[in-house]
């Protein structure tokens, strides 16, 4: 069955939707296709991962990396994430997971593979398996129909495996409670908070700041420069080279759908009556009967604006409730389930959000659409020459990264392609690089490169590097008239946060001695606040979410009143005093209840496949290359 599916493949797919083909090729390995490929990093049990594998994984995990944290991804986020650590560990994970499933015979049958192929949407046009997208999505990712066929059946495997594990995970009611009681208790507290920029009589003397510039010299280093040449491979130099034809438009067209769609949006205004989350049923009621009022003027044939400017008390109170067009993603689910149900000109009954009461009106409604074929030919055809330009720009630059590999080889074959090379004045490492998309990321790469190390190939957004350093200049101290001022500003904070600790802590002492938190609040001359109640998960008012401050007041109870110790975040301390708790609305388990199950039966799974993982991985012989992660 699979051959007859590959030999009807023909032609290729424009975009891979990835979905849980990404999956498969990030995590899984490929069995013995790939141990015919690139050198060994690790050995499973006798089993090779190659270095193609961890490549693969690797730069995948980049991927995930990159998109998840968008403009502001770097180098510094791959190193603190362990993303190399990561990607290894995941295949070898795999690798030992795959060999279980084989000891326990699992197996999975032709007949079971053909028809979880057939089953991935990446392989389907309008709801159907079409074999010519299979090859084609495949050559597109550079792999055989082989070897993603064994790729999937040993995922389909350990799938096998994970349900043995966990298929009889159960959660009790009880636990399903407490976790409800825990997660949605509340808690209100007093605190003072200690900033140490309010301690402005710090001067310390000449002699003081030398001696601190003595004591932290390493700190006032000059930065490291280097200076570097690189080959650049911008795909816009490749644009002329790009042929799309008329049947590649009209697949991506078919295959992305998705893009095409413009979701219905709806235009309305609404007049928000705050509520304390936590408020009781009598609170709850008032303000029900106050959005019931304006709710009856605004039927009566009030201009609903105007209402909303007089008695509305959210952020568009000044906009007459105005939210513009929304589409229902953007809004709080209750808000967006009401408002897409309405016509133009209804207003709806008062409504209950974590906001509080809300009276809507919609005032239009533009239903979903999509463009046609003709309307989104030129959109289709930029992508795909974008995508085919890019290709021939990284096939030049791995033409050259093949062939170049430290000294003057960068030079020669530049010369042997008549490519120009560019070279740049000294940067540091967090310095600008001119000319340049991502300067940080070209920085950091250009800063881990040894001797005359020729680098990998590096993709800037459109844009192929190969980089070499060709100059350095080592970091060197300071001398101490040129950062005197620096030093006494770094000293007098040090000694601000030390005033304010110290005052935290006595402050402390003594509410333990049996003081008053409003009579030493007076004492030290600081605003004695009050939250009020706030949840595990909540930002604190007036002090905004601060983990541990959260911790330590969930500490707290009638018993035991004070916190053992100040509490220091970012800006200053804290010393808190409990006030009050009150139990989670006992009728609200209910609504929650199938959601709190379905989550904690996930973690409890994940826990026990885990430590499955680990036991296996115990038992096991393991052997990674040494140096590899260095």
């Known amino acids: 069955m699979l051959r007859l599916m590959r030999e009807q493949a023909s032609s290729w797919l424009i975009k891979v939707l990835l979905g849980a083909i990404v999956v498969v090729f990030i995590f899984w390995g490929v069995g013995s296709f790939r141990s015919q490929r690139g050198g060994s990093v690790a050995v499973v049990n006798g089993d090779v991962i190659t270095s193609d594998d961890y490549r693969n994984a690797y730069n995948n995990l980049v991927e995930r990396v990159r998109q998840s944290f968008g403009n502001q991804f770097n180098e510094d986020i791959l190193e603190t994430l362990r993303v190399k650590e990561q990607a290894l560990n995941q295949l070898i994970d795999n690798r030992l997971l795959v060999q279980e499933a084989q000891r326990l015979k699992f197996r999975v049958s032709n007949e079971e593979l053909a028809e979880a192929i057939m089953d991935i949407g990446a392989f389907q046009n309008a709801g159907a398996f079409d074999s010519r997208l299979y090859k084609n999505v495949l050559t597109?990712?550079?792999?055989?129909?082989?070897?993603?066929?064994?790729?999937?059946?040993?995922?389909?495997?350990?799938?096998?495996?994970?349900?043995?594990?966990?298929?009889?995970?159960?959660?009790?009611?009880?636990?399903?409670?407490?976790?409800?009681?825990?997660?949605?208790?509340?808690?209100?507290i007093d605190y003072l908070f200690f900033k140490p920029d309010r301690y402005k009589d710090i001067n310390p003397a000449l002699e003081e700041i030398k001696g601190y510039f003595e004591d932290n010299k390493t700190s006032y280093k000059t930065e490291p420069m280097i200076k570097v040449r690189h080959l650049k491979f911008s795909s816009d130099a490749y644009t002329s080279q790009v042929k799309v034809s008329d049947d590649e438009i009209r697949d991506y067209y078919d295959i992305n759908q998705e893009e095409f769609t413009k979701p219905k949006t709806v235009g309305a205004r609404h007049i928000l009556i705050k509520l304390d989350q936590a408020a009781d049923a009598e609170a709850v009621e008032k303000k029900r009967k106050k959005a019931l009022d304006i709710l009856k003027m605004a039927r009566e044939g009030r201009d609903f604006a105007a209402l909303a400017q007089k008695y509305s008390e959210g952020p568009t109170k000044n906009k007459g409730g105005y939210l513009g067009e929304f589409r229902k993603e953007t809004m709080v689910k209750p808000f967006a389930d009401k408002a897409f149900t309405m016509k133009p000109g209804e207003i709806s009954e008062p409504l209950r959000t974590q906001f509080g009461w809300h009276v809507i009106k919609v005032e239009k409604v533009t239903p979903a659409s999509n463009l046609s074929l003709e309307e989104a030919q030129k959109t289709i055809l930029k992508k795909l020459t974008d995508e085919k330009a890019k290709s021939l720009a990284y096939d030049e630059a791995a033409a050259v990264s093949d062939i170049s590999f430290e000294g003057d080889d960068l030079m020669l074959a530049a010369e042997e392609r008549n490519l120009k090379v560019m070279t740049t004045e000294f940067f540091t490492k967090k310095g600008a690089v001119e000319d340049v998309r991502e300067p940080a990321k070209y920085a950091s790469v250009a800063f881990d490169l040894q001797g005359t190390e020729i680098s990998d190939i590096q993709d800037f957004v459109d844009e192929y590097y190969i980089m070499q350093v060709v100059e350095r200049i080592p970091a060197k101290i300071h001398e101490f008239a040129d950062v005197k001022e620096k030093v006494r500003s770094a000293l007098v904070k040090e000694k601000q946060d030390q005033q304010a600790r110290e005052d935290a802590n006595a402050l402390l002492s003594a509410l333990k001695s049996g003081e008053s938190l409003s009579s030493e609040s007076?004492?030290?001359?600081?605003?004695?606040?009050?939250?009020?109640f706030f949840k595990r998960n909540d930002s604190i008012p007036g002090i905004g979410f601060q983990r541990q401050v959260i911790e330590a007041a969930f500490k707290l109870s009638d018993n035991k009143k004070l916190a053992e110790e100040v509490i220091k975040d970012g800006q200053g301390y804290y010393v808190i005093q409990f006030r009050k708790r009150k139990d989670p609305d006992p009728f609200g388990f209910g609504s929650e209840e199938k959601r709190i199950k379905q989550s904690l039966r996930e973690q409890k799974k994940a826990r026990i496949y885990n430590a499955f993982v680990e036991q296996i991985k115990s038992k096991s012989e393991i052997t990674i290359k040494e140096e590899f992660l260095e």
């Open 140 to 188: 597109r990712l550079r792999l055989t129909p082989e070897e993603f066929e064994v790729s999937h059946r040993e995922s389909m495997l350990t799938e096998k495996l994970r349900s043995l594990v966990t298929e009889s995970v159960k959660v009790a009611d009880q636990e399903a409670r407490e976790w409800y009681n825990w997660q949605n208790a509340l808690v209100d």
């Open 522 to 532: 007076k004492k030290y001359k600081i605003e004695l606040k009050s939250t009020g």
